[in-house]
Each structure stands twice: as structure tokens, then as C-alpha cells.
């Protein structure tokens, strides 16, 4: 008999890849099957135990897997991907279209409850972790102020988005929160800052032959949204130095509250919370894994349709006993 | 109609205080009556429409009062008053006595579910936010070291234990991380330290008249389990400067896990959960309130029996909607 919880993957980016290896981190879990829409034969995956199948397969293995985890993206995959599979399958989802997630919400809760699945959504660090933080904190200290600072880390919409200027070859995008706003919340200072105020953008770019640098410089530094509201800087590269030391996909940030207590006020409070990540797919997708333990513990249990961090008990993301629990980390 | 959750108090000491002036924060709560056992004339409070109750009072208030804040001492207060308002109220306490935590739990289970109550234990930071880090952090990255760093800190306990050396008139204790420790696993590394090798103890110690100031040195540096696994540094002050900049509650802590990912596990991520705190009771007395909240709402839901951190979804804390949570804080 087998007690393993049956996972399967949903679509080979970055996040799949990074479940998969999770996956042989959790000795109470094993992965069943990776599901692709691309030809899988053109999927390379080293451990030759592992089934890839084309995304069609997947309404054959209903009964053969109990977690499906959806690795797709947020911006086209998921709204398709999410409520198809929820409507066979508990997922679990890093969507985090954050202008978005309430319809989500209600696709996915529709679609999981018609055959009594449960699926949890917007699973990650941000939206994610820091979302856990920040209802935490201003729960506790309802005086006070909530900062987030993304970063240091690589941002694969603004990289993207720098490669779509006209001259560029090759780029990426490091966001970097600026120490001294950092610096002053940790001191107790509660300013109103923009996201533009809390972060520089740092471009490194590499242009196509003959191409005019000064334009790129001026494309990227006035582009809305993007880069026209920071302190943004360019710099121009060789491939071979993007290649070598640009290639990693580091990231981080911080979930910050200063509030006060007391007669006057005058006490004080820091709360902090933050990561420093070498690779941000392969822990995000670590979040995936130990939400689809919740998510298969919670189904087991009646608990269906959507859900997010906000609903999630912690004692269901972990593999200790009650009692275990209460002795050790408690 | 009054919408409020109505708070009830059990014992006025540190803790006791800060949950009135937190009651004040939150708008969706008011504060009914404190309960002690000292004479309730000896018991001042600022505000003249608190009423200060025998504590004798509170079967008759079990109509009027939806949560009691429980704010005895671990030690000795807490195992008796615990069971006995947990069988008439809905409670929240601090008990924080860590080789007990079981049986206590299973004395406030049984209680609170006589009368279909909901008795939240063990709240404040540690145990407490603390341990909500911990299993969320093992969850994510089972291979990797977790590290709980209490300080800098006025401690209680370790401050009593000075006070009854022979020859000491009064006197404060700080537990201080120690720095190099904290950030060598800021770096990644994953060493094995005791309590011992991650925090330093600094006793600051008012003599009494003609004591023998090497004696208490030594008998408080030999003391064991309080400061002879330590390096223990004693300071010798006069009661005024103890008064003038000693007499502040500050503590604070980190949890921190270095894990590693990947084919290689070459890939480090830090996850850091910090607190800085101006006052202590007042802090955790505003834990307790949120977690009041959350008692309440899920009394009403029909979720009895005794909780602890890790049983309660983040969203009971909050006061915002289910729909406000999505659009502002996930
Ligand atoms: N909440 C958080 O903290 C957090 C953190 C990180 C990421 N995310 C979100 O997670 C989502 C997925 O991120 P990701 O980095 O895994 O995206 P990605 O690498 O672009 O993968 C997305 C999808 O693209 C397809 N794909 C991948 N490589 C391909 C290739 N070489 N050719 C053609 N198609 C390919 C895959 O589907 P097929 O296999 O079906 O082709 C895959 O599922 C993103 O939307 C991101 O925003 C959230
Ligand atoms: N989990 C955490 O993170 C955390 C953090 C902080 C504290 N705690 C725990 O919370 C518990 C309470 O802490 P605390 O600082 O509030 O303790 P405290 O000030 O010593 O108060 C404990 C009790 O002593 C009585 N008392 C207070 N002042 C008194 C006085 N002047 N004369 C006689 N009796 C007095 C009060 O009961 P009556 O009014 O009935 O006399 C009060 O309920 C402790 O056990 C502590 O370990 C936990």
C-alpha cells in the first residue's frame, strides 16, 4: 500500500522544474506524472522514472493522482488552466495577477466544488508568504504602517520588458530596495512612499550589433509603468557577461510594520519578515509542496472549493503529528 | 444594538494592562470588566468606566462577555484560572510554559468543550508568532537548520533570578543575541549552537549596602541553567540609573532557517522573521487581541475545544472582509 501523496505537474517552466526536485525533498510525497502542452519528446527530464504527457492525458489520471500542482503562468495559462483542472483534480496555484484574484477566486471555487475538489490558489511568496505577513502584522498592530520591498532580485516582467525595445539583444532587470527607506522604517519612521521611493531599477543590457545605445538608454528610462517613475540604471554588457553572471534568478524582499502601543503611543513596535532567495522558481515552488500537502489534507477532510494563505491552518502545510507539533515548534 | 466583541480581563499585572490600552485600538471590540483577586480598590485604573470586578464575579458575567483575556502567570495562575474560565467563556491566554504546553492543552480542550467554549492557548510571540515561523518555515524547506535568537531583551525570568541572590537589592537581566552567530547563518551556514552559543547574558545589579560584590558575581555567573552555560557579563549600578534606564520592557527575537534547493542543493534561501519591541506586555497583550478576535468568530462557527496558533486560519484575525483581504493584503 502506498501512503505517498500522488502529485502530478502542470506545464515545464521554471516553477515545474523547480517542483520536481522539491518533490524528492518531502519523503511524504512522490510525483506521479508531468503534464505539458508542448511535444514530449521535446521534454528533457533526467530521472527516466518520471511520466511526460501530453496536458489531453490528464482527465485519464483522476484516480491515480491526488494534488495537482499548476505551474503555468498567471497571465494567459492559468485563467484556462485553473478552473479545467479543478474541476478534476485539487490544485494548487501560484496565480498573481494581483488585479485579478477575486474573479479567479470565484472560477476556481465554482469549478472545485462541482466534484467536491479543493483548490488553493496564489500560492507563493508574494502574493504568498508576505500576504500571510501583512494581515498578521496589521492584525496585531492596527496603529501603525505596512511597507513591502520587492527585492534584491531578478523581475521577469521588467527583463521581458526590456527585451521588446528595438536594439536590445538580451537583458534583465534587477529591482533593489533603497537602504535608506529601509533604514528609516527600521528606525521607527512611518513615511508615505510610492513603489518608486522604495526601489531602483537596475537594467543590464546587452544591445544588437550598431545599435544606437543612447535611444535604448532613453526607450527603457522613459517606459510607464515599467521605468519612468524610478531611479532607473542602465548599463550596457557583453553576452558573455550577461551569460555568466546574470543568469541565476535571485530574489528576495521584505514584509515590514512599525506600529504603537501604549497610553500615548510611545511605544514602539518593529515587526520584519523576509527572504533571500538564490533561486526564486525552486522555492516557490517548495511553497507549492507544502500547500498541496494542506490542500490534500484539507480535501481528506470535506474542506472544498478555493482557497488561499488567509484560510489555511499551518498545521496542515506540515508533516509532524499534533503532538509532535506542540513539542517542537510550539 | 451593539456589534462589539465584548472583552473581559482576568488579572491585571504587565500583560493585563497592555490588553486595556489595546482594547482602545481596535474599534471592533470594548472592554467590559477586569477580574482579579486583590482588593478592587487597590487597583487603579485611568479610565472610571472600566469596572474592576472580584474575580469571585465572573460566573455572573458569562451573558455578557463573549471573549476573557487570560492574563495570569504560566507558572502558577494560568493551569488553574485556565480550566476554570475556559468551562464558562470563551478564552485566549499566554501560557507559556513549553515542557507543558500538552497537558495543558488537553486540561483547556476538555473544559471549553463542556460548554461548547473556544479556548485559544499559548499566544504572544514565543510560543506564539515565533512558532508560527518555525512550521512554516520546516514546511517550506525541510532540508535546511531553523534558529530562534531571543533578545535584546529584558527577561523576567532570568531578572528574578538575580533579585534573590544574597546581598543583591534589585536588579535586570538582558538576553543579547550574539551577532557573529546571527549572521554567520545570515551567510548560509547551518551550524549546530546551543542557547549557550547564540546568546550572551548582561545582568545589571544594584547591591545591597556593604555587600560583598564578588560574592553575587560569582554566585550569579555559577547559577546553573540561568547563566552558567553563558558568558555572563555583571554590572554593578546604583538604584538610580537601574530606575532611570533599566526600567523599560524591551525585547524581541528572530527565527530564522537557511535550506537549501536544487539538483545539488546549491541553491540557499533565508527566510527571517524579526521582532523589535519598545514593550513587551504591551506587544503580546496586542497578540492576544487579535487572536480574541479570532476566537470569537470561530466560537460563533461552531469550532470549539482548545486552539492553538496552528490551528487558526490568518483571515479570523483580521477585521477586513473576506473580499477586502483579496483586494488589499493577498
Ligand atoms: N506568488 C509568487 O511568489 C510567484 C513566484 C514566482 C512565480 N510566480 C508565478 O508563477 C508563474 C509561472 O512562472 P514560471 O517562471 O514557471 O513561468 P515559465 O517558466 O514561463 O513557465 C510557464 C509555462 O510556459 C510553458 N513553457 C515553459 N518553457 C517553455 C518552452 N521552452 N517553450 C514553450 N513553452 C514553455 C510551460 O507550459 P508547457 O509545459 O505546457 O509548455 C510552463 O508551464 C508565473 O505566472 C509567475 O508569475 C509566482
Ligand atoms: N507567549 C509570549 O510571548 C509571552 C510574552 C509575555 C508574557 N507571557 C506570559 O504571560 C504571563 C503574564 O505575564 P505578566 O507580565 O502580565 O505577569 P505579571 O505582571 O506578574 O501578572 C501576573 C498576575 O499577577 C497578579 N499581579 C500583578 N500585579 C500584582 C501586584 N502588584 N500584586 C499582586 N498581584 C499582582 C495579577 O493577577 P491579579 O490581578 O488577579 O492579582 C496578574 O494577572 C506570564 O506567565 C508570561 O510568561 C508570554
Chains 1, 2 share one sequence.
Request: charged share 25%; hydrophobic share 35%.
Amino acid at each position: 500500500m502506498n501512503d505517498k501523496i500522488r502529485i502530478g505537474i502542470v506545464g515545464y517552466g521554471n516553477l515545474g522544474k523547480g517542483a520536481r526536485l522539491a518533490i524528492v525533498q518531502n519523503p511524504d510525497m512522490e510525483l506521479i506524472a508531468i503534464f505539458t502542452r508542448r511535444n514530449v519528446d521535446s521534454i528533457h527530464v533526467e530521472d527516466k522514472q518520471v511520466k511526460v504527457l501530453n496536458i489531453h492525458m490528464a482527465e485519464e489520471y483522476v484516480d491515480l493522482i491526488d494534488v495537482m500542482l499548476l505551474c503555468g503562468g498567471s497571465a494567459v495559462d492559468l485563467p484556462i488552466q485553473g478552473p479545467y483542472f479543478a474541476s478534476m483534480y485539487n490544485t494548487v496555484d501560484s496565480y498573481d495577477n494581483h488585479g485579478n484574484i477575486s474573479e479567479y477566486f470565484r472560477d476556481m471555487d465554482k469549478a472545485s466544488k462541482l466534484k467536491g475538489k479543493t483548490s488553493t490558489i496564489c500560492i507563493g511568496w508574494d502574493p504568498g508568504l508576505f500576504s500571510m505577513n501583512r494581515i498578521l502584522f496589521e492584525s496585531i498592530l492596527p496603529k501603525g504602517e505596512s511597507y513591502t520591498f520587492w527585492g534584491p532580485g531578478l523581475s521577469q516582467g521588467h527583463s521581458d520588458a526590456i527585451r521588446r525595445v528595438v536594439g536590445v539583444k538580451d537583458g534583465v532587470q534587477y529591482t533593489i530596495p533603497i537602504k535608506d527607506a529601509l533604514e528609516a522604517i527600521r528606525r521607527g519612521k512611518t513615511p508615505q512612499l510610492t513603489t518608486g521611493e522604495k526601489h531602483i531599477r537596475k537594467c543590464y543590457v546587452v544591445e544588437e550589433e550598431g545599435a544606437d545605445k543612447d535611444k535604448i538608454l532613453k526607450e527603457i528610462k522613459s517606459m510607464p509603468n515599467y521605468f519612468l517613475d524610478y531611479d532607473t540604471e542602465v548599463i550596457f554588457i557583453s553576452e558573455k557577461e550577461l551569460k555568466e553572471n546574470h543568469s541565476q534568478m535571485l530574489h528576495g524582499g521584505f514584509v515590514i510594520r512599525c506600529g504603537s502601543t501604549g497610553r500615548e503611543y510611545d511605544n514602539n513596535h518593529l515587526m520584519e519578515f523576509s527572504l533571500k532567495l538564490d533561486n526564486n522558481p525552486e522555492f516557490t515552488s517548495s511553497i507549492l509542496l507544502a500547500y498541496a500537502r494542506a490542500t490534500y489534507k484539507l480535501n481528506k477532510e470535506g474542506h472544498v472549493g478555493a482557497k488561499t494563505v488567509f484560510d489555511i491552518p499551518l498545521k496542515y502545510l506540515s508533516n509532524r503529528t499534533s503532538v509532535d507539533l506542540c513539542k517542537s515548534l510550539l
